[in-house]
């Protein structure tokens, strides 16, 4: 499987380097020199983990060579086919009754009434984020409307579902 990445241009330099998800670079600026450059690993697993990567050794490429291999090493989920949950999470205040759907309500600004949708989760295995369906706002939300958006989340939910298996 894999994780979501995004380009990074090393300042001063025409490289770009293609950085995974949950590596960032850290740079610090004084008078206009930057200074203490390398990368970070940085992974929640209940409390934060996190190593740094110094570019004082190696050229930054070396460094987020290195940090990538480290992040391999820990990092269980989509890296190395982590798949899908499938139960709810005890937690979870509103049951949908399907993992990765949830109810969500939002007020927009300048609008005072509040929306509603149903939203699946991301997958970051898939390179997908959130998306919702909208259900309606306080004063047009019906219980029709809602199952039908219900229903839109959780056939969506299953085909990210059967791509996950598809990739596995």
Request: some cysteine; proline content about 5%; charged content about 25%.
């Amino acid at each position: 499987m894999r994780t979501p990445t995004r380009k990074y241009k090393l300042q001063g330099s025409a490289r770009t380097l293609t950085v995974p998800r949950r590596i960032v670079r850290c740079d610090s600026m004084t008078n206009g020199h930057v200074h203490s450059r390398g990368w970070q690993v940085r992974y929640p697993n209940g409390k934060v983990r996190s190593k740094f990567f110094s570019d004082q050794a190696d050229p930054p490429h070396k460094s987020l060579e290195r940090a990538k291999a480290y992040l391999r090493s820990i990092y269980r989920c989509p890296l190395s086919g982590g798949g899908l949950h499938t139960r709810e999470a005890a937690r979870k205040k509103m049951r949908t009754g399907v993992p990765g759907i949830r109810y969500v309500s939002k007020a927009s600004r300048g609008k005072h009434v509040a929306e509603y949708y149903v939203e699946v989760g991301a997958i970051p295995s898939l390179g997908t984020g959130p998306k919702r369906f909208y259900v309606g706002t306080a004063n047009t939300i019906t219980v029709k409307r809602f199952e039908i958006a219900r229903q839109k989340a959780v056939q969506f939910r299953r085909q990210l579902a059967e791509q996950v298996k598809q990739r596995a």
